[in-house]
């Protein structure tokens, strides 16, 4: 099992992360080839499109991205895990952001009881 946030892998038996408290993954082996899986350079700037203090909102977007195949951080990312209550806020390369806008109105129109919570910025 592995947090899909911070990757932090854990023994069976464990279901939920210590740091980001959020549910674990299976952790699957990736189904391209290693060539494939190399660093992937953007021409735009990454571009703020989401933001959030609700940690099950962090996992909803970053997997719902993922899943899209949407390049993304957030700034949980840049220190050791991610800490309730801080300001969580998603980036995708500027060519991206249109299918990232997208994406969150759909998550949007699914789940009118947070809607209020919920903050797209986008331009």
Request: charged share 30%; net charge negative; with cysteine.
């Amino acid at each position: 099992m592995i947090c899909p946030l911070c990757n932090t892998e854990y023994r069976e038996g464990y279901y939920t992360c210590a740091d980001c408290s959020v549910p674990l993954v299976e952790k699957t082996k990736p189904n391209l080839p290693e060539e494939s899986q190399k660093e992937e350079f953007y021409e735009g700037e990454f571009v703020e499109v989401f933001q959030t203090t609700d940690q099950s909102d962090i996992l909803t977007v970053k997997l719902a991205f993922d899943e899209e195949q949407i390049p993304n951080n957030f700034s949980g990312d840049f220190f050791l895990g991610y800490r309730p209550g801080l300001l969580a806020r998603f980036f995708v390369p500027s060519e991206f952001e249109l299918r990232a806008l997208d994406v969150l109105r759909k998550l949007t129109l699914n789940t009118d009881a947070q809607r209020d919570r919920w903050t797209p910025t986008g331009r």
